[in-house]
């Protein structure tokens, strides 16, 4: 205010002062437009790098967007656990049924998958046994299973199940001469069985010539069917149920010819909308509850991105005025630290967690009403800007010294160590394809690169370290000692080398920020430009009741309207 007084009481001084004298009052005027100029811009600045507590003492400006955010957390925690109870009963359901039809299609089956496959046999009796049991379990399914399943239609909309073998086309074969004579062409041959010749004499399907297997010829048998189920388990949470489609595979691989045919089974659970529901009760209301708070949650997610939005759009004007009158002042650029101090990251992570949260509640939405049933893109995309939303709560903690060391340090440190990162990396890398090629087929954990990948990984942080070493087989003694060669070598490069150097890191950043907080920050342009204005404000708090008594002297009648009008 005492600047805005001397400029204006100078305004109309210098109009006062005589038509003799206008050309330096012309020069005069220019210069004080250009400091009422610098000085606005100096007051947005200070402005827009204030808190939410500093703006409000500032200018009585209520935090609107601090506010919303406040309730934005409450409202997208809650409607996340929500839908994660919802999403667990669905997982559940899927993964008990699979269960059952390995216990009800699997002859044999111990309840625990051998590995990645669920079962195996080993000779000609147990594999015709296995496929017939499937058959005729399906068969029986309405008598002997437990949950509400039916039949479902596969393939041309027929009831029944479809099954297809895999074998060379011709060929001999005589191990103990050593002779082999085989056509590699790969021949398909499949047939199909419906409830109504299933329901016929056992014997008129096991005799047919379709199931006359020959083994040295045979890769692989495949058991296809559809069976349909109603999740009734979500009533009691006050849901309508889903209706469920699923697509089962029981597959006999032979492809390897070693003697053991490997049994795998699998499940593909899609939900479908169920054509008609009849359930009365509360229910249909419930789901109405839960979709006015849904569609609450959206109107609060657009009026944050709305807010925040708005907020990079000012700072990128303010941020162009800034560079500007840099230019024209000082004939430099701008460092582009200072630069990029106008984009808030904050406010980008908070509209993509806006953008997240809506395009999930409207998932949800239809999810709810039963119209969309994909599940995991919801899950994903709730889950996701629920955790961006909780991490920008660290935006607020930063505003106190104590608590923004933590992001602070984060900010000096993650370019070093996404440089290191990316040449341990490599290290890493050529370790993962080592280990996958020598270690894979006598070591379990080696057998593909995700795994090896992820046991590399947990040896890094100490764990598994025993059994990783004694699973090796010690079929091969070279491949033994290569194995601990390279488990060793591993373990200490990456534990005592690398791991303690990423640490030192972080460490090194970490004391950099406590001792630019004890003894102060590296000032930069921006700073430096904004420390004039608390200079320059102490000066004019000690002149301000000098200079308005001088200038109400200087003041004559026939000015008083340039006071107003300005």
């Not at 669905?90 to 390995?102: R, S, T």
């Not at 049991?133 to 239609?153: M, P, V």
């Not at 070493?469 to 491949?479: D, G, T």
Request: glycine share 4%; with cysteine; hydrophobic share 40%.
């Amino acid at each position: 205010m005492a600047r805005g007084v001397e400029v204006l009481d100078l305004l109309v001084w210098s109009r006062a002062s005589g038509r003799s004298q206008r050309p330096r009052c012309r020069d005069s005027m220019a210069h004080l437009d250009s400091e009422v100029k610098e000085e606005c811009l100096r007051e947005d600045l200070k402005f827009y790098f204030m808190n939410p507590c500093e703006k409000f003492r500032a200018r009585q400006q209520i935090p609107w967007k601090l506010c919303l955010q406040i309730l934005k957390i409450v409202m997208v925690t809650t409607q996340l656990v929500r839908f994660g109870l919802s999403n667990q009963l669905v997982v559940a359901f899927k993964e008990e049924n699979a269960a059952a039809f390995k216990h009800l299609f699997l002859k044999g089956y111990s309840g625990t998958d051998e590995d990645d496959y669920s079962c195996s046999v080993y000779t000609q009796e147990d594999a015709y046994e296995s496929i017939f049991f499937a058959i005729n379990q399906y068969h029986r399914l309405r008598n002997i299973s437990l949950g509400t399943l039916g039949y479902g239609e596969s393939e041309g909309n027929r009831i029944g199940l479809k099954v297809c073998k895999q074998h060379y086309k011709k060929g001999t074969m005589f191990p103990s001469n050593e002779t082999l004579n085989i056509d590699s062409d790969i021949k398909i041959d499949c047939i199909h069985l419906d409830l109504q010749a299933l329901s016929q004499s056992s014997q008129d399907w096991k005799n047919s010539s379709f199931f006359s297997l020959e083994f040295y010829r045979l890769l692989q048998v495949e058991i296809s069917f559809q069976l349909k189920g109603i999740d009734l388990q979500t009533i009691h949470s006050r849901e309508l149920p889903d209706c469920y489609v699923f697509q089962n595979t029981i597959t006999f691989d032979n492809n390897a010819h070693s003697g053991k045919i490997k049994i795998y089974f699998d499940s593909d659970a899609n939900i479908e909308e169920c054509k008609d529901l009849t359930i009365s009760g509360s229910i249909q209301k419930n789901t109405q509850y839960v979709l006015v708070f849904d569609a609450f949650v959206i109107v609060i997610c657009l009026a944050s991105l709305i807010l925040c939005t708005r907020s990079i759009v000012l700072a990128l004007r303010l941020r162009k005025r800034f560079l500007n009158f840099f230019l024209e002042k000082y004939k430099r650029q701008v460092c582009d630290a200072d630069q990029w101090e106008f984009v808030n990251g904050w406010y980008v992570l908070v509209i993509t967690s806006d953008l997240m949260t809506v395009i999930g509640s409207v998932l949800k939405m239809e999810i709810k009403a039963k119209n969309l049933t994909n599940y995991n893109l919801c899950s994903i995309l709730l889950g996701t800007s629920t955790l961006f939303v909780w991490v920008g709560v660290i935006r607020y903690l930063g505003y106190f010294q104590a608590y923004n060391v933590l992001i602070l340090t984060m900010q000096a440190s993650l370019p070093k160590v996404l440089r290191f990162c990316a040449c341990a990396g490599m290290i890493y890398l050529g370790y993962t394809f080592c280990g996958w090629i020598v270690l894979g087929p006598y070591h379990n954990k080696f057998q593909n690169l995700n795994t090896v990948a992820e046991c590399l990984f947990s040896l890094v942080n100490g764990d598994d370290m025993y059994a990783t070493f004694a699973h090796i087989q010690q079929k091969s003694l070279l491949v033994w000692l290569f194995s601990r060669l390279y488990l060793y070598s591993f373990i200490s490069l990456f534990i005592y080398m690398i791991l303690s150097l990423f640490i030192a890191l972080i460490t090194d950043s970490y004391d950099t920020i406590k001792k630019y907080q004890q003894n102060g920050f590296p000032v930069t342009d921006l700073q430096e430009f904004l420390k004039e204005s608390s200079s320059k404000e102490k000066c004019q708090k000690e002149s301000s009741a000098f200079l308005s008594r001088v200038c109400c002297l200087r003041r004559s009648r026939s000015d008083d309207h340039l006071i107003l009008v300005n």
